[in-house]
């Protein structure tokens, strides 16, 4: 019983971590009493969220598997003709008699060099795992079967741990990226300021001491004078009694403020607060202009004013920069006005403020 409740552990272990299946492969093993146990998901490979992998004395034969004798493979061709590929216990005599699978391709090419010839099959939908005998081994004990029926529901509840897993783990890496993509700087922290998550823009601010800092793992504004302001605010929008955003601007030597914005996450995230820090003198993404062309209909020229105006240039200054005439820069607002719905150049600002942009990197 004792390797029994090793081997349940362990599928449930490797559930939550896959690189542990090799182990509760062979946890498995022993609770068998079988020399070796294999697993993979069937139509399903490793890069899908699949899993393909064996106990150490099958490891080199899964590949040489998984590229060609799995269509050879007359266990699994006699479970889909004679059982339908249904879920449920399998074992090989009664799918294909030793004296059978001693002619094929299949076992003389592939399992003899293994030392593998029977086997007991736990399936569930398209995961398979399975314990191997030799082939002059005896068939498989009842107790041995009924360890292997016992495992069966333990396979097939944590396979299902092991796919909603993956799902989540698919989803955590794209919000990553997006968040990355993103070029204004994003911190995820609890109420006491404690950094939980930050994207790329927000790790080069803090590698920068760019307006803020990290003072044991919690973001804390460079400027004494707003440190305090900074942390009240998120301690404010954490309290589900509060539960309200905020925002103020940090002075720089040079150039336009910071803009700090504090925005609470609601109750479900536990009181989880969203500081943005935004630079608006840090460089324009470089896609920026081709966005604006494609969300515009705008030409290489006018998206050009647009990133102009974008870096505070009047129309004289984006004149005298790229010289050409004023009254060039003026008849391409009227332009941009048209094809942007705006009628005034603060409201053309404006508009260009909200408009999403990627980063370099992302961009690539």
């Known amino acids: 019983m004792e390797k029994l409740d090793q081997a349940i552990a362990g599928l449930y ?58 269509d050879h493979d007359v266990w699994r061709q006699a479970l889909l003709k004679d059982f339908g590929g249904r879920p449920g216990l399998y074992l090989s005599d009664e799918m294909y008699p030793c004296e059978e699978l001693v002619k094929t391709e299949f076992y003389n090419d592939f399992l003899r060099r293994q030392e593998v010839g029977r086997l007991v099959a736990m399936i569930h939908e398209d995961i398979i795992v399975s314990v191997h005998r030799r082939i002059h081994d005896s068939c498989f004990e009842d107790d041995v079967v009924d360890i292997c029926r016992a495992l069966r529901p333990h396979i097939k509840r944590a396979y299902q741990l092991h796919d909603r897993l993956h799902a989540a783990r698919q989803r955590y890496a794209l919000l990553e990226d997006a968040l990355n993509a993103d070029p204004v700087a994003q911190f995820l922290v609890d109420g006491s300021g404690r950094i939980l998550h930050m994207n790329g823009a927000a790790s080069l601010m803090m590698a920068r001491r760019d307006c803020v800092t990290a003072v044991q793992g919690r973001l804390v504004a460079v400027s004494p004078s707003k440190a ?41 995230h536990g009181g989880q607060v ?20 494609k969300l515009y209909g705008l030409t290489a020229a006018e998206a050009r004013v647009c990133l102009a105006l974008l870096e505070d240039l009047s129309p004289a200054e984006i004149a005298e920069h790229f010289d050409v005439s004023r009254t060039t820069v003026v008849s391409q607002l009227r332009s941009i006005f048209g094809k942007t719905e705006t009628s005034r150049q603060s409201q053309l600002v404006r508009l260009l403020q909200t408009v999403p942009k990627r980063n370099g990197r992302a961009a690539r």
């Open 274 to 293: 969203l500081v943005t820090v935004n630079d608006p003198d840090a460089q324009t993404p470089p896609d920026l202009g081709a966005i604006l062309q």
């Open 13 to 70: 272990e490797a559930a939550v971590e896959p690189v542990l299946w090799t182990d509760a492969l062979d946890r498995i093993a022993k609770a068998a009493g079988t020399p070796s146990a294999i697993v993979y998901t069937a139509g399903r490979r490793p890069e899908d969220g699949g899993i393909w992998t064996g106990s150490a004395a099958v490891l080199e034969m899964m590949e040489d598997f998984t590229n060609y004798y799995v």
């Open 228 to 268: 305090p302001v900074l942390a009240a605010m998120i301690s404010a929008a954490a309290r589900a009694t509060s539960r309200r955003g905020d925002a103020f601007t940090v002075a720089k030597e040079h150039g336009r403020p910071y803009q700090i914005v504090i925005a609470p996450l609601g109750d479900t």
